[in-house]
Every structure is written in C-alpha cells, then in structure tokens.
C-alpha cells in the first residue's frame, strides 16, 4: 500500500475534475450541517482529521455519484475514495460553493464565521452516541426554545462557526465562510465589520483570522493508497475491516458494501425502492431496507451472515421482502394511523408487519387485523425495539411469525417484556420528548381532534410555513420554572403539549394562569381539553406545577389507554 498527502485544495480539485470517484460499496451523503461546521472549527484549529483511504484500479467497477457535481474522469484509471467521502464532500460544498444532493434534494452548506471569536475554545462539541444523525428531511415536531435571544446569542458569540441564520447574517463580525474562500481579498470583510483604518486594532486579527480560514485549503491530508492489482472483491473486504475495526461505519453500511460486492447494480436497485418508500411519506434509512433483505433472506435480523450469503439468495429475498414493506407501510398509515416514520419509536416495527405479511400471503381477516393494529401501537408507545438489544428483539418476534404465530402471538410476547400493556400515569413520570410515549401522546391527541389554539388547525406534522409547523410547547415555560425546578422536571412529558409556531412565540414565558383565560374566553375549554390539559386556577401557577402535572399525566394516561384500545387498571 503506498503513502501519498495532498492538501485539501487538491483533493476538492480532484473531485471537481472528476478524477476521484465514488464506488457503488459506499454509503450515500448523510452528514447535517452541524458535523461540517465541527470539522470546520477542527481543521481551523489544526486537529488531527484522519486519513483518506483510495483505490487506484484500470478494472471496470460500478460505482455512484458524489453528493456534488463533478466533470468526466479525463483519465483511463480509476482513482476510488473508500474512506474519507464524508469530509470531503463537506468541504467540496462550503470550498466551491456548490450545493449537495441529498435524497433527491439540493442543499446549500451555509455556515458563518465569527470574526470576533474567543481565542480559547469555548464551545465543547456533543458526541452523538449512535454515530453519524443522516440529514433525511423526514418530519418532525420541533422543539420549542425558551432560552431568550439574549442567551442564544451570547452561545453564538461564544462560537467559531455555526450554522448560517438569516439574522446573524446581517451581523457585521459574522462572515460567510463560503465568500472567505471565493475572495482572496479581506477588504469587503473588514469594511462590513466597520474596520476602515489599518491603526485600528481590528484589523491585524480579522485579517490574521481570515488568513488562518482561507489556510483550511493548505491542511494536508494523508492518503492511503491500495495497490492496483487488487480485484473488487478484496478491496470490499478491506473496506469492510478498516471500517469495522475503526466502528466509522454502521452495520447496515459494511453489509451494503458485501451486498454490492457480488451484486453488482443492487445499490441502485435498492435506492429506486427506497424513494419509492419515500413518495409514498415514508423515506426510511437505507440501512432498513437492508435490514428488511436480510430478514427474509435469513428469517433472522443480523447482518453477519450477509457475507456469505450467494446473491441468488438476496435476489430471491429481495423479490419478497418489496411486498412485505409495502404491505407494512399500508398498514401502518391505514390501519394504525401512523402516517410518519417520525411517529416511529422504531423502524423495526415495518420489518415485523412486512415478515408478518408475507407469512400470511397478505389475507389477513378482520379480527386479526384488529390484533394486530393493537400490537402495532402498543409496541410503538412502549418502545418494544428500544428495551435491550434491537436485534434479539425483532428476532423474537420473526421466531414467533416463522413458527406461526400471529398477532396474538406477538402480543403475548410483548406482554412478556413489558408486563402490563396499559399506559399506567407513573409511565409518564420523568419521560420527555425522546420518549417512545409522547409520539404515542400526538397519535391519540390528534385522534381527539387536538387543534392549534389560536389558528384551529388541526395538529399535524406536514403543516407549511414557520407560523404553521407544528412544535411541541412547555405549557409551563422553563424560564419561569428554573428558579424552583430542575430542567428535567420542566422537560416532563406532562408539560407538553402540541401547537403551531406562531402560537408558540406568542406566548413565550407565560405562566399557564395568565395566557389560558384567553385562550379559552375564545375557543372554549375544548382546546385544552382534547390534549388532556388541566384548566383549574389552583394548578396554573409555578406553585402548582407539580399537582398540574399528577394531574396531566393521570388524564393523558386515559386517553392513551383508550386509543391503544387497552382497559386502565
């Protein structure tokens, strides 16, 4: 294996030109802004960012765009990135200014530099636990923030880079980091932040810390480079170990490339299904779909036997395993209400439905079907993927279809993890918005005819337009519990409810007892009600708040019961 370095600026000149390419074994373009503004602010500081992996090969191989344009390979040998698409497709994007594709969509990377941030770092990043979060545009219910502008700002100016925001845009010490690198000049930099004279101390460290940006493109990265008469095959297997020894990749993305390996052309054929999926509101992870192969071609849900596997195998499985998703993505919309992967405590759930379906050649009768829409939610609200290991989980419940069982089979082994299958209020204790149960809380508020209290629209996560688009609330704000609560009981599950944004900046830091009597001097009760909201004066104030929520969870513990059709014990 020879060693080689090339500085940022090469590598995104060779991918411009065309001259490096992707191979069909990688994973897409999943990275959120936030991981290029960490890698921005770490190369700024000269920490280490890893090596690039290539494969330089004359043989003809299947391989997939970049996320970024590029022109036609000028040469006759094939120059593979294997590690390192990540990093410098980010930096092709902010670098050349071009926008990325990502699941059909093209995005601009808009990230700012702050001229007048600390020299120390002061802004520590949060590790994610699960790996790489994939920018998959799926719906969501946002949070609601109710740190004031004051606090949000005084967090920016503590920062290097962030993520680009129209009104820190029009702040004169915040710079497009884009525009740095498309000018060699400071001078529309400095004259913006109001730096005119050269006496003026400003203008040695702006001028210091625009050089020191633009000097991103000279940060050398060091290549590792596989020989040429290496065959597919084995570079798949190299590919497959660098990553599972370094844990860069998930599970789903090693199996991917031992999938493509030995069937050639599937990765396409795998992505034309998956938006598919998509069209239909249902835009999964690639890594689901494989999961799903998997599982009809091996009645279990593990990715190791992958490798060995003959792709006459996958091929048949795959054939089987389009119909079994499609029929547990009918299901779930249709029958269970459950129109989101974002109202998903897990994407399993559609693996199970799918196996299901196709164990019962889709005739399912009417009592049945019932069961089975009971287990569907029951399982969602308690979590059914997120107690123990995933995996030995929805292996149980494909035991318990492949033995065949049915939904009362599934539901018996859902009692056995879970005990009791009835939403008890002290469930709700302690749980947040993370919480399997307040996915569950939206289902069967919406079912109630929950609407937003100022424009009655209906709660629902596909609304338009920023006053519009449906965001979870602190009906108790946190600014005026802090002084006499921890932050975790102001994030109960009890102190949410669902509303539009609009609504949501309007009353701000209101403490329930003064914006409620307006609200239902206008609408009634009713709107409070359907979200299982107390309205007693005795429970609206910040001394009340604990009784306010005793009583919330008791009344949301009713309603959820007799949405998943379980009696309250």
Known sequence: MAKAEATVEELVGMIERGEL?????????????TRVRDLLDSLYRGYPSGAILLWETDEVVP????????QGNPYQSTRLLLDGQQRLTSLSAVIRGEPVSVRGRRRPIELLFNLEHP??????????????????????????????????????????????????????????VTDVFK?????????????????????????????????????????????????????????????????????????????TAKWRGALKTFQEFQEQCAKSGF?????????????????????????????????QAWKRCVPGLEFAINFIRSNAGIDSPALLSSPFLLVALGYYGHKRNFQ???????????????ANAKGRYSRGSSETLLDQDLATLRQGGGAEGLIDRLRLQVGRLDIAPEELE?????????????????????????SNLAIALGHGGAQHRLQFHHIFPKAALKKK??????????????????????????????????????????AFEAQCIPTEPRLLDADGYRLFLAQRRKLVSQRLNKFLGVASA
């Open 485 to 526: 609560y921890a932050a975790r009981e102001a994030d109960d599950i009890a102190n949410l409810a669902f509303i539009g944004g609009k609504t949501n900046r309007q009353i701000s830091d209101k403490l329930p007892i003064d914006y409620f009597p307006t609200i239902i001097s206008k609408s009634g009760a009713a």
């Open 430 to 454: 302690g749980r947040n918005q993370r919480s399997a149960l307040f996915k569950t809380m939206f289902l069967a508020f919406r079912e109630s005819g929950a609407r937003d209290w100022h």
């Open 364 to 378: 399912v009768e009417s009592a049945e079907a019932q069961r089975l829409r009971q287990w569907a939610l029951i």
């Open 283 to 315: 835009d999964l992870d690639l890594g689901i779909h494989l999961k799903n192969l998997v599982a009809f071609a091996t009645d279990q849900s593990r990715f190791l036997t992958v490798g060995s596997l003959p792709v006459v195998t996958l091929q």
């Open 119 to 176: 020299d120390e770092l002061a802004v520590v990043t949060e590790v994610n636990e699960d790996g790489d979060e994939e920018d998959d545009g799926e719906e969501r219910i946002d949070d609601e923030t109710d740190s004031t502008e004051d606090e949000l700002q005084r967090r920016f100016d503590r920062m290097t880079f962030v993520v680009g925001t129209r009104k820190l845009e029009q702040m004169p010490h915040w710079v497009k």
């Open 21 to 33: 390419r992707l191979p069909e074994m990688q994973r897409r373009y999943v990275w959120r802004s």
């Open 183 to 259: 000018s060699d000049s400071d001078r529309p930099f400095l004259k913006r932040a109001g730096v005119t004279d050269l006496d003026d101390p400003r203008s040695e460290k702006y001028s210091q810390r625009l050089a020191r940006l633009r000097g991103i493109r000279k940060y050398v990265y060091r290549m590792d480079i596989l020989e040429r008469n290496l065959s597919y095959d084995e570079v798949t297997e190299i590919f497959v170990r660098v990553n599972s020894l370094g844990a860069k990749l998930r599970s789903s993305d090693l199996a991917l490339a031992q999938i």
């Open 63 to 70: 391989m997939q765009p970049f996320a970024i344009t590029q």
